[in-house]
C-alpha cells in the first residue's frame, strides 16, 4: 500500500480512491487507537444531481444502508473508500476547465475528527479531558450540543479531491490538521475506545461471512486472529487496543446482531451467486444454463430457479463415455438452504466416474430436471472427430437468464439414464433421453424396508426378494407379466397372512410391473443391442456426493458450494486479506479432471467387492465347482441338496432360508430357464495365475513382518496351495482385507503406557462413498428373530459360558497336542471350531498335509478316499483329529454345509447357468437354467454357486 501513497510538502498525501485511503488513515501514528467521527460530505451529492460524477463503491463493500427519500431519490451512507468517476457529462465539464473557460469545483469535501473518548483529547476551549468552567459546553450532556459537535477534540482528518483532480492517478488528497494534545504537554495521550472501532474492510468481511456463509461470532473471530496465529501477548493486547482489525466478543456480537436486524440481504448467498455466475464463470463458458424465476409465467418451467453448470472437457467425457448409459442423482444436503443439486455421471473406460454436469434449483421437479438434460444435450460435442464448432450464449425471451447453445448441435447424445425411482426424474427423461432405468441398490433397499414394514419372517425374505429378482431378469415385458403370475402362486404358497400376501402382490404390480415402471425395472428396459454391460447401481454418483462432502466441512451455502466447485474463492475466506481481485485456487472440477485424465489409458478396473466375488468363483473353479462351457455366459454347475443354507456376500454369515420356500421358487427358475436350453462345451482360461496374482497383491500392502511369505515369494503352485489351506481353516474370510498395520514401534517416544496405539502412518481413513449395512432381507434367524433383544442376565451368562467353553478348549488343545506328540505321523490338521468361527490349528498343518514339495493340485485334496465336510453342532467348541486315511468328517467353516468330494475330475451333476448378477452373492450371482443333467454312479452333490 505504501507504493500508492504521494507525501506532499505540506504534511500531506495524495492516494487513489479506494482501499489504500483507509489503509492510510488506519495506519498514521496519530490515528492508531482512535475513533474517528465525520461530518457531511460535501459538495458531491450537487454533482451526481447534475450527472457530472457518479460515486461507485469499492469492489467488496456491503456495510453500508441504503433508503429511499419522499421525492423517490436514493441515498446511502458515505465511506471514506468510496471511488468518484466522471460521467461522459463531467469529462467535457473537465475540458472546459483546462480550457479554463470554467472554474474548477470540489467534488469531495470532508472532515473526519476525533471522537475524545477516553477523555484524554485537548478540546476546543483548551481543556485537556474536561472543558473548563467558562466553555459554554460545560454544562451540556457529554459536553457536546450535537452528536457531530466536534468539540471534544482538535485533531481533523480533512480530505478533499476537484473535477481536474479525477484524471491523475492519486486525485485523493488527505491531510491531517491538529493534535490530540499541545507539543509542551508531559502527559501520554492514552484514549479508551468503547465502541466499535473496526475499519470498513474488516466490516465487511465480517458481513458478507455472516450473510453468505452464516458463519457464528465464533467463527468470524477465528478468521480475524488469523494474522495473529502465534504472536506474543504484548501483540495481541495491542490489536485489542487498537480495534481496527479486531474486537472483543460482545461488540462482535452486538455488530452481527445490528446487521440480522437490518434486513438489506444485498450480499445474501444467492445474490452473491449471480455475481459469481454473471462475472467469473459465463465468461469462462462454465454456465449452461441460468435462470431467474418469473412468477408471472403460467405453471412451467420458467417459474423456478436453475443453473446448470459443466465445463468442456466434462462435455467430451460425456460424448466418449456416455454415449450408452449415465446416472442422476439429486442430494437436498450439500447446501444449507437444501437447494436440490442435481448430479449427472459418466462411467468412463477405467470404470471409474467422470462428471458430466451439476444442476441447482430451487425445487426438483420434471420441468427443473428437463432444463438440465436440455442443457447439456445442446452442449455435448457431436459425433465429427475433435468436434471444434464454437459456442455462444443466448438471452431467455423473457430476459431472465441465458443460455449455452453449441453451432453444431446436431449431437446424436441419446443414453440410458439410472436414477432412484422418482416420477419426476422419468418424465423429464421421457422424449429428450434414450430412458430411465432403475438403480438396483434402491430397489432392493426399497423391498427390504417393505418386508421390515410388513413383519415378514426372517427365512423368507430371501426366497422372495430371490423371486423378486428372477422378474427383473426379464428380457421381454410378456416375460415379467407371465413371471409375475408364477410370483403370485408362490407368494400364496408361504405361510403368510392374507394381508401380508396382498401386500407383496399389490407392491410389484403397482410399484414395479406397471406400464410407467416395467421397462425401467426388468433387464428388457436396459439391455443394449450389442449385449453391452452398463450400470446397475448409481454408485457413481452417491460416490460423487460423498467426495464433495468429505472435502469441505462446515456450512455449506449454495455460493460456498459453487466456489469450491470450481476453486473461486471469494475474499471473505481470509478477512485480513485486500480486495482487488477474485483468489483462485484448485478446486473439485480440477480433482475430477486431473483423476479423468489419469485414466484415459488404464485398463478397466474392478471394485474390490466385484474383485473379490470374482476371485471367489475362480476358487470355485479350480475346485471343480464348476466348469466352463463353450459360451461366455454360461457354466456347468454342480447341484447341492442342501439349499436352505446361504452365506451372505457382505459378512460370510450363514443364513437360514425356509426349504418348502426355496423349493416353491422351482416354477419361476424353470420358467426363466426355457430361453437358455439350447446353448452351453468348455473354454480354458489362465484361472490359476490370476487367482493367485490376486492374492499376491495382497500381500504387497501388508508389513514384511505379517507377509504370508508362501504367497508373496513362492511360485504359483506353492502359493496356491497355501491358499487353498488358508480356505480349510479360515474359510471365504480369506478374500476380506487384512489388518495391514506394522507391529514395529514407529514413535519410539511414546510413552508406554498408553496402551491404545493408533497409526501414525498415511491419511485418515476417507468416507466411502455410502455406507452400506447389510440389508435386512440377509439377515440370519437367530435370537432376534422376533424382534426380541436378550436381557442384561441373559447376556451375563451367555458370557461366562463362552469364557469357561474357552478355558476348556485351551486345556483340550494342551491334552491333545501332549497326546498327539506320542503318535505317529499323518495328522491332517487339529481344528476347533466354534459359533464364531474361531479357528485354531496345528502349526504342523501345512508339512502333515503337504509332506511333498510337488504342486498341489485338484488330485492332491481330492483324494479316492472320499473326504466328507459336516459342521459340528451348534453352540459346541471341541476339538477332533481326521488322518488322511479316516472317514470321518472334517468341517470346511465357510461353506456352512455338507460336503463331498468325488475323485472324479468330470462334474457329476452340472446346470448351465447364465451368468448374470442375481443378488450380488456368491452363491446367487447367475441367473441359473438348466440345460442337461449328466448321470454318473459316482457322482456327488456339491454346493450351487
Not at 429378482?469 to 408361504?494: C, H, M, P, W
Amino acid at each position: 500500500m505504501e507504493d500508492f501513497i504521494q507525501y506532499n510538502n505540506d504534511n500531506s498525501v495524495n492516494v487513489p480512491f479506494g482501499r489504500v485511503a483507509e489503509w492510510y488513515i488506519v495506519n498514521h501514528p496519530l490515528l492508531k487507537n482512535v475513533r474517528l467521527k465525520c461530518q457531511t460530505r460535501r459538495e458531491t451529492s450537487g454533482l451526481i444531481k447534475s450527472d457530472i460524477i457518479n460515486v461507485n463503491r469499492v469492489e467488496g463493500a456491503v456495510d453500508f444502508i441504503e433508503w429511499n427519500t419522499k421525492k423517490g431519490d436514493i441515498k446511502s451512507t458515505n465511506r471514506i473508500d468510496d471511488i468518484i468517476t466522471l460521467t461522459s457529462k463531467g469529462e467535457e465539464y473537465v475540458k472546459q476547465i483546462e480550457a479554463k473557460e470554467k472554474k474548477d469545483k470540489l467534488c469531495w469535501s470532508w472532515v473526519m475528527y476525533c471522537s475524545g473518548e477516553g477523555n484524554s483529547c485537548e478540546r476546543e476551549c483548551g481543556g485537556i479531558g474536561s472543558c473548563k468552567e467558562a466553555c459554554a459546553n460545560y454544562s451540556l450532556q457529554n459536553n457536546k450540543k450535537n452528536y457531530r459537535d466536534m468539540h471534544l477534540c482538535k485533531l481533523r482528518v480533512i480530505s478533499e479531491s476537484k473535477l481536474s483532480w479525477l484524471s491523475k492517478e492519486k486525485p485523493l488528497k488527505i491531510k491531517i490538521v491538529g493534535s490530540h494534545l499541545p507539543t509542551n504537554v508531559l502527559i501520554s495521550h492514552n484514549p479508551s475506545v468503547s465502541r466499535l472501532n473496526l475499519s470498513r474492510q474488516v466490516r465487511d468481511h465480517i458481513i458478507v461471512s455472516r450473510r453468505s456463509d452464516y458463519r457464528t461470532a465464533n467463527s468470524v473471530k477465528l478468521k480475524l486472529l488469523a494474522p495473529f496465529n502465534g504472536a506474543e501477548e504484548n501483540e495481541l493486547k495491542e490489536a485489542l487496543k487498537n480495534q481496527r482489525q479486531i474486537c472483543n466478543n460482545d461488540k462482535l456480537r452486538s455488530y452481527l446482531m445490528r446487521d440480522d436486524r437490518r434486513l438489506k440481504e444485498n450480499s445474501g448467498p444467492w445474490t452473491i451467486l449471480h455475481y459469481l455466475v454473471m462475472d467469473v464463470l459465463k465468461p469462462k463458458g462454465f454456465v449452461l444454463y441460468y435462470q431467474q424465476p418469473d412468477f408471472s409465467q403460467p405453471e412451467d418451467e420458467k417459474q423456478f430457479y436453475q443453473l446448470t453448470l459443466s465445463n468442456e472437457f466434462w462435455l467430451r467425457n460425456g460424448k466418449n463415455f456416455g454415449q450408452k448409459c449415465i446416472g442422476m442423482d439429486s442430494k437436498h444436503d450439500l447446501n444449507n438452504d437444501r437447494a436440490p443439486v442435481l448430479v449427472f455421471v459418466a462411467e468412463n473406460n477405467s470404470g471409474s466416474g467422470t462428471p458430466l454436469a451439476f444442476g441447482i434449483s430451487n425445487k426438483e421437479n420434471q420441468w427443473t430436471i428437463k432444463l438440465s438434460i436440455k442443457a447439456i444435450k445442446k452442449n455435448i460435442p457431436c459425433d465429427q472427430n475433435g468436434c471444434e464448432h464454437k459456442w455462444s450464449y443466448i438471452d431467455l425471451p423473457n430476459g431472465k437468464g441465458f443460455k449455452r447453445i453449441r453451432e453444431c448441435n446436431s449431437s446424436n447424445w441419446n443414453p440410458l439414464v439410472m436414477i432412484d425411482k422418482h416420477r419426476p426424474s422419468k418424465i423429464a427423461i421421457d422424449n429428450n433421453l434414450h430412458g430411465a432405468i432403475l438403480c438396483w441398490f434402491h430397489i432392493m433397499h426399497t423391498i427390504g424396508e417393505n418386508y421390515n414394514q410388513w413383519s415378514i419372517s426372517w427365512p423368507l425374505r430371501y426366497p422372495l426378494a430371490l423371486a423378486f429378482k428372477i422378474i427383473g431378469r426379464s428380457r421381454t415385458e410378456d416375460e415379467a407379466k407371465e413371471l409375475g403370475l408364477l410370483y403370485q402362486d408362490f407368494v400364496n404358497s408361504l405361510k403368510l397372512s392374507e394381508n401380508v400376501k396382498q401386500k407383496l402382490i399389490t407392491d410389484l404390480n403397482r410399484n414395479w410391473l406397471c406400464d410407467e415402471w416395467r421397462l425401467s425395472f426388468i433387464d428388457a428396459g436396459r439391455i443394449l443391442p450389442n449385449f453391452e454391460s452398463i450400470m446397475t447401481t448409481n454408485n457413481f454418483t452417491e460416490r460423487l456426493n460423498r467426495t464433495i462432502e468429505a472435502n469441505y466441512s462446515g456450512v455449506q451455502t449454495v455460493v460456498n458450494f459453487v466456489e469450491r466447485l470450481y476453486g473461486v474463492k471469494l475474499k471473505r475466506e481470509n478477512i485480513t486479506e485486500n480486495t482487488g481481485k477474485l483468489q483462485f485456487e484448485a478446486g473439485l472440477a480440477t480433482l475430477f479432471d486431473m483423476k479423468s485424465i489419469e485414466e484415459e489409458n488404464c485398463s478397466k478396473k474392478l471394485s474390490s467387492d466385484k474383485l473379490r466375488r470374482l476371485n471367489y468363483g475362480r476358487l470355485y473353479f479350480l475346485l471343480e465347482f464348476i466348469e466352463p462351457s463353450n459360451h461366455n455366459d454360461y457354466f456347468y454347475v454342480r447341484k447341492s441338496d442342501n439349499v436352505q443354507t446361504l452365506e451372505s456376500p457382505f459378512d460370510g454369515k450363514s443364513i437360514k432360508l425356509d426349504e418348502e420356500a426355496i423349493n416353491n421358487l422351482s416354477p419361476l427358475f424353470k420358467k426363466l430357464e426355457q430361453k437358455h436350453l439350447d446353448k452351453a462345451s468348455h473354454r480354458e482360461g489362465q484361472i490359476k495365475e490370476d487367482f493367485v496374482t490376486y492374492f499376491k497383491n495382497k500381500e504387497r500392502v501388508i508389513p514384511a513382518e505379517n507377509k504370508n511369505r508362501l504367497i508373496y515369494e513362492g511360485d504359483t503352485d506353492e502359493a496356491y496351495n497355501e491358499i487353498i489351506r488358508l480356505y480349510y481353516l479360515q474359510g471365504g474370510s480369506i478374500f476380506l482385507p487384512r489388518d495391514n498395520i506394522s507391529g514395529r514401534n514407529s514413535d519410539p517416544f511414546r510413552p508406554p503406557e498408553l496402551k491404545y496405539n493408533t497409526p501414525n502412518k498415511g491419511a485418515p481413513p476417507k468416507a466411502i462413498a455410502k455406507p452400506r449395512k447389510p440389508s435386512r432381507i440377509l439377515q440370519t434367524l437367530q435370537s432376534n428373530s422376533h424382534n426380541e433383544t436378550n436381557s442384561f442376565a441373559l447376556e451375563k451368562r451367555n458370557t461366562k459360558r463362552a469364557r469357561k467353553d474357552l478355558r476348556n478348549t485351551k486345556e483340550q488343545i494342551k491334552e491333545g497336542t501332549a497326546h498327539n506328540s506320542t503318535k505317529t505321523h499323518h495328522n491332517a490338521s487339529n481344528l476347533i471350531h466354534n459359533e464364531n468361527s474361531n479357528i485354531y490349528s496345528n502349526p504342523n498343518f501345512q508339512q502333515e498335509l503337504y509332506p511333498s514339495a510337488q504342486p498341489l493340485y485338484n488330485s492332491h485334496i481330492l483324494s479316492s478316499t472320499n473326504i466328507s465336510y459336516i459342521p459340528p453342532p451348534t453352540n459346541t467348541l471341541q476339538p477332533f483329529y481326521i488322518s488322511p486315511s479316516s472317514d470321518q468328517t472334517l468341517y470346511n467353516p465357510y461353506i456352512h454345509q455338507p460336503l463331498t468330494y468325488s475323485s472324479n475330475s468330470l462334474p457329476a451333476d452340472l446346470q448351465s447357468h447364465e451368468s448374470l448378477n442375481m443378488l450380488n452373492s456368491q452363491f446367487f450371482s447367475p441367473t441359473f437354467s438348466s440345460i442337461n443333467s449328466f448321470s454318473n454312479n459316482n457322482s456327488q452333490n456339491l454346493p450351487n454357486f
